[in-house]
């Protein structure tokens, strides 16, 4: 029974760190933006070159780590495979084990 909870939060801790760096992104993205287009961090001069830089920054950050997604996403989906694939023969065994050994 351990073996099963083990594999489950695998897979639900792997679903829900992709779910929350995709979370954060956007949350993030929104708050940039909101304090860009408010004007609440600059007062003119060189905080705006200040805000414009962090925004910048910021936007190659994100492209940085979405060129890297597509790598984390295989790797995911190869993870979950296996474990299906682990899983279907665990599961193939325990059944044929309870008929005998019969089909």
């Known amino acids: ?3 099963q909870n083990k594999k489950g939060q695998i897979i ?4 829900g760190g992709i779910a929350g760096l995709v979370i954060l992104v ?8 909101t304090l860009s287009d ?6 003119g001069g060189t905080s705006d070159t200040a805000v414009d830089n962090m925004i910048i920054n910021y936007t190659v950050g994100i492209n940085n780590v979405s060129e890297k997604l597509p ?15 682990v899983f279907l023969v665990q599961r193939s065994r325990s059944i044929t084990a309870t008929q005998g050994g019969s089909v």
Request: charged share 5%; proline share 0%.
């Open 12 to 15: 639900s801790g792997l679903v």
């Open 1 to 3: 029974m351990l073996k």
């Open 71 to 85: 790598t984390v996403l295989l790797i995911a989906a190869v993870v979950l495979l296996f474990g299906a694939i």
């Open 26 to 33: 956007i949350v993030s993205l929104l708050i940039v933006s």
């Open 38 to 43: 408010a004007g609440l961090l600059t007062n």
